[in-house]
């Protein structure tokens, strides 16, 4: 409720900063404009207790949904294990590449080697 009450609290100060700006004679997009910041200046100085109460709401809420862990549907959660497997296997996939090129590549290294000096020992 605080926040509801902070939301109806900040519209009626735009609201009136909107009236007495009329009233003062200004009009068109200016008159919002000077309206809005006006009504952001006073509601920053006047409405810091139930801006503060409002705070409080909605970082309570967002330490119990942090501490209820993630809530998606199930499947949404099913969507995700898929990806995540899909993702490991591709992983692995590309792992084991990687260690058969760097095998192949040393042993053709080693066959090199030996034919090198195989052909320097013979002369």
Request: charge should be negative; charged fraction near 20%.
């Amino acid at each position: 409720m605080p926040i509801v009450t902070y939301s109806v609290l900040r519209l009626g100060l735009f609201g009136a900063c909107l009236g007495v700006l009329y009233w003062a004679g200004l009009g068109g997009w200016l008159l919002v404009v000077v309206a809005a910041f006006a009504a952001w200046g006073v509601s920053y100085v006047v409405l810091a207790g139930p801006r503060d109460a409002a705070a409080v709401v909605l970082a309570e809420r967002a330490a119990r949904r942090a501490a209820s862990g993630p809530q998606l549907p199930r499947s949404a959660q099913a969507d995700a294990a898929h990806e995540d497997a899909v993702v490991d296997a591709a992983e692995n996939h590309a792992t084991e590449n990687n260690a058969a090129k760097n095998d192949a590549a040393k042993n053709d290294a080693a066959k090199n080697d030996a034919a090198e000096n195989d052909s320097a020992g013979g002369r």
